[in-house]
């Protein structure tokens, strides 16, 4: 195989470049991962193995593989036992029965660190098995085998903001390689949708004087000047009574309710074949003007279904009119208890 | 040649990694030729075996896989116009003898700024309304989110109000540890006029924040701002970074408010972000006129070519006393026309 050229005048990409550097890394796992699958079939050889399927799955940067086992009561059986080497990196996901009951207390780890199946020990109301094994995969070699884009900009479509999506298989060779039906499941996007503006543009006027107050009176507390002090809580009092009672911590409360995941879930739709995964706020400091929420889009390919692409779309007027609801709603609710509330986090 | 699918990237800002690619039923190409525009740049190649640059195509000889073609472009530059629409051509041969020709259209779409109005004379007087003095129209078209950044070309000095949180906390902890004891028994509070909110920092939270600071104290960026005359090194070694978590826990709580504040000042409209915040204009006495400029950039760090605000005559009208004494200061009120001049449907 000849590398590909790079560093030109046209192909000058990064990518390319790494891709270029890592091939024979990429060569060296893929060999091993296919050693993997022929293993498997080489250590239950007795058992008629057939590899039902292999999946690479990316978030987990794991190769799952899965064998159908045909172990029938006698001889068969009578094989001393079955072992995976620590060297092979494989670990047991799971054995099923015919019924799809998982059997537990099959697999043991012996004093050299090998996995170990005793035969003799499998249920005898089941002749065949389903035996799930996975071993870990590196980034490099999803890098090289993948192609993962989202626009870094959202472009407005009057109520929404839409942001594109597009994966494909970059090295389709090598994947089919691998395994004739390897399928490359859980691939993950991650879009960050700014959601700063859409708090400062729909924070009701009353709320903002509120929180203004409150920086002049905390800023006031430290100047030892007792009138000065007096006036700036006068005119928190009064900010807030123009805001009908509405307090710090609430305003900071209402902000965390509006951007956990169940609630903001409502204001994104994604295209299929991508399904919304974790919808996370990004920033460090959970009580602090909320910035952007990092919305993860999932899907898989194959080599039959090289490449996908969609939409990630915020609905945008939604979502700040619900702000200035829940905030305006703030206002309205009836007087609180003495005593003001504390801020709680989102767990 | 019978295409079963293609793509390309619906829109991307300049300098914007995008993909595209096609897919076809089986034929016997046995050569690609993908010319992109001259101002393009080709980042990588998907399914491509083996390929050569001629001129400013790339010459794909063989492929991974038959039937599948992509890649990942960028235009490089800044274009003028709000939308700037090229065509990708991919030449598909069999035995030099060319079977297709393909081609995919790349909008490459921009934010722009303009000016709509802007005032020709402000007056100070005693009874001006500052906070109403400089009022800036602006329109603004493309895609994308922008940060502006105000600067005073001529006449004036802009200030802008730089609160990050944790320079914030460095700062205020700097201040009173080189503060001696009598001065610092001075600044202290005592618990009868020092307020609280009972809004509370969680300890993971903490960490992050004593971190954060941890991050500015190792680049020595505070030390420039605050004492001049002492090296990051110094500083280090006098304040250990338990000290500074402790101090970060009582001052946590005006810095929530604070940031609240500055972000809403930060965020004036959807898409756009003020860097540093709100700018205010500070007049000195013998300032007739001020020019001022806006720098915008999008959010991948393509930098526009500024726009510049007419001069702006200063009239004077206060006593000379008033204006030896003070120096007046009018934010700049920036107003945003949104247009989708963009939009490609």
Known sequence: MTDPVVGGAIVAGAKILAAAKATSEIAKETKRIMEWIEQGKKRFKKFKPRVLSVTIDHRKKKVEMSYFLYAPKGMRRKVTKVSITPREELRVVEMLDENFNVLTGLWSCDERGRWVLKPSSLPNDSERFRLRLEGPISSDVLEGLLTLSRSETAKEHGEYDAYWLSCGIRDPRTLRELWEDLKVEGILLKQHVGIDACFSTSMPKPLVQVIKANSAWLGAGGTRDRHFVFDAWRKRRLAERRAKDAQMPEILDGIVRLTNEETFKKYILIDSPFTLGDIVREEKFWNLWPQKMRIEAVTSLSYERKLVEGELRFHRDRFNADIEDSMEGLMKSKKRKSGSPRSKRKD | MKFLSEWIAPWALPNERFPFYLTWEPADVDRIVFRPPEDFQVEDLFNVERFEEEGHAVVIDELKTPAYFGGLVFYNGIPEEVKHCQTLSIDFYRKSKLLERKSVEANILRPRISLLKSPK?????????????????????????????????????????????????????????????????????????????????????????????????????????????????????????????????????????????????????????????????????????????????????????????????????????????????????????????????
């Open chain 2, 121 to 345: 004379e402000i007056v100070l007087a005693p009874a001006t309304r500052m906070d109403q003095l400089l009022n800036v129209d602006i329109l603004v078209e493309g895609v994308g989110e922008i940060s502006l950044e105000i600067r005073g070309k001529t006449g004036g000095r802009v200030l802008t109000r730089t609160s990050e949180l944790a320079m914030e906390v460095l700062k205020q902890m700097l201040e009173k540890h080189f503060l001696s004891p009598e001065e610092e028994e001075e600044l202290t509070p005592d618990n009868e006029t020092h307020p609280g909110l009972d809004i509370r920092l969680q300890e993971d939270e903490l960490d992050e924040l004593a971190q954060n600071i941890e991050d500015i104290w190792l680049k020595g960026r505070l030390s420039l701002e605050v004492f001049e005359d002492i090296s990051p090194e110094e500083l280090k070694k006098s304040i250990p970074l338990e000290a500074l978590k402790e101090f970060t826990a009582p001052t946590y709580e005006s810095l929530i408010v604070d940031s609240l504040l500055y972000y809403m000042e930060k965020r004036p409209a959807r898409r756009i972000e003020l860097d540093g915040g709100r700018s205010t204009v500070l007049f000195e006495p013998t300032v007739e006129s001020i020019e001022l400029e806006i720098r915008y950039r999008d959010k991948i760090g393509n930098v526009y070519r500024s726009l510049a605000i007419p001069k702006i005559a200063v009239k004077d009208n206060r006593t000379r006393k008033d204006k030896e004494e003070k120096f007046l200061g009018a934010p700049v009120n920036l107003h945003f026309v949104f247009e989708q001049g963009g939009d490609s449907n």
